[in-house]
């Protein structure tokens, strides 16, 4: 495994093979459904930790 950083030129790249993969606009979307979910989840663990 590398531990070189990576270069602006492949980070455009990637950039933009995932973009093509996923808009901007999904990746939102998607981001906000994580961030709901890892807030019940925590939600879940702290009400569990309390019985």
């Given at each position: 495994?590398?531990?070189?950083?990576?270069?602006?030129?492949?980070?455009?790249?990637?950039?933009?093979?995932?973009?093509?993969l996923?808009?901007?606009?999904?990746?939102?979307?998607?981001?906000?459904?994580?961030?709901?979910?890892?807030?019940?989840?925590?939600?879940?663990?702290?009400?569990?930790?309390?019985?």
């Amino acid at each position: 495994m590398s531990t070189e950083p990576w270069s602006g030129d492949l980070v455009v790249g990637v950039e933009a093979q995932r973009r093509a993969l996923l808009s901007k606009d999904e990746l939102l979307k998607r981001r906000l459904w994580r961030d709901e979910r890892v807030k019940g989840l925590l939600l879940h663990k702290s009400a569990a930790e309390s019985k």
